[in-house]
């Protein structure tokens, strides 16, 4: 795994005056996924839980349904650092058509990037998530941020990665990841749950750590996750995603107060 963190000597400037002292950052590096020896994508990524990511990526992607789609899943031997992974399908796994293949720069900050039509945005699930019995008590809710945040150890000293959290209806966190970006962090969280074989994530609680967009939503409900929560707000289409999909999505959860955008039939009545 590569670094995460790097130090560098920064200049303070506060009521104290103005002096010299070390910073630490995160790492941003690229990340080039190859397709049986086919560049596919590109992406700005902080490195750790690499094939996780790739993993979820190619879920979100429609590239792999499960876990034995994948047979091999490895850094190049070529390459210098640990930025290039080669995957290798399972033997009848058809490979995406050109038309769909994401062999272009995608940034940390926005994920879906160059698509070529707004309905290639658009991927469909498998999973019913407006089925899903889950109950959600809100005082569990009200505790997961501050889970979150106690389990985010580089954020602590950078102040500087998304993190995406699985927690189970009783508010247990089952799996944490961090990264510069935000699709990115939630990548990770369901390319573990994938090559665990958990899908789809019945009954589960993903908090993110920004914003709820659009494209983090998607993700969610493409791993079955009937509730997505953000300490920040929900775009627009966001709320018209997970209200059409029958998902619980809630914003601006900060302690005990949070907004309840869609599927609030999960939640107590007032």
């Known amino acids: 795994m590569g670094r995460v963190t790097v130090r560098r000597r920064i200049t303070r400037i506060d009521e104290r005056g103005t002096r010299g002292r070390p910073d630490t950052l995160v790492v941003e590096e690229p990340l080039e996924i190859r397709l049986s020896g086919r560049p596919l994508s590109v992406t700005m990524r902080t490195p750790g839980d690499d094939f996780d990511l790739v993993a979820g990526f190619l879920y979100g992607e429609g590239v792999v349904r499960a876990a034995d789609d994948v047979a091999t899943m490895r850094y190049c031997a070529d390459t210098d650092a640990l930025n290039v992974i080669e995957v290798t399908l399972a033997e009848g796994v058809d490979p995406p058509e050109v038309s769909v293949e994401r062999s272009f720069y995608t940034t940390s900050a926005c994920g879906v990037c160059g698509k070529t039509s ?15 019995p889950a ?18 150890r580089v954020f602590e000293r950078t102040g500087g990665l998304h993190a995406a959290g699985l927690f189970d209806a009783e508010g247990t966190l089952l799996a944490m990841r961090e990264d510069v970006g935000r699709h990115n962090a939630v990548d990770k969280v369901v390319g573990w749950a994938l090559k665990d074989k958990r899908l789809p994530l019945t009954g589960h609680v993903l908090l993110v750590s920004g914003r709820a967009s659009f494209e983090l939503t998607q ?24 209200e059409e999909a029958g998902m619980t999505l809630i914003g601006f959860l900060r302690g005990p107060s949070m907004n309840v955008y869609t599927g609030a039939g999960r939640l107590p009545g007032p």
């Open 135 to 152: 109950r959600l008590d809100p005082g569990m809710l009200a505790r997961l941020p501050d889970t979150l945040r106690e389990a985010q």
């Open 219 to 242: 993700k969610a409900l493409l791993a079955g996750i009937p509730a997505l929560a953000a300490v920040s707000a929900p775009s627009s289409l966001a709320v018209d995603l997970a």
């Open 118 to 132: 707004i309905d290639a945005i658009r991927q469909r699930t498998r999973y019913d998530v407006s089925a899903d």
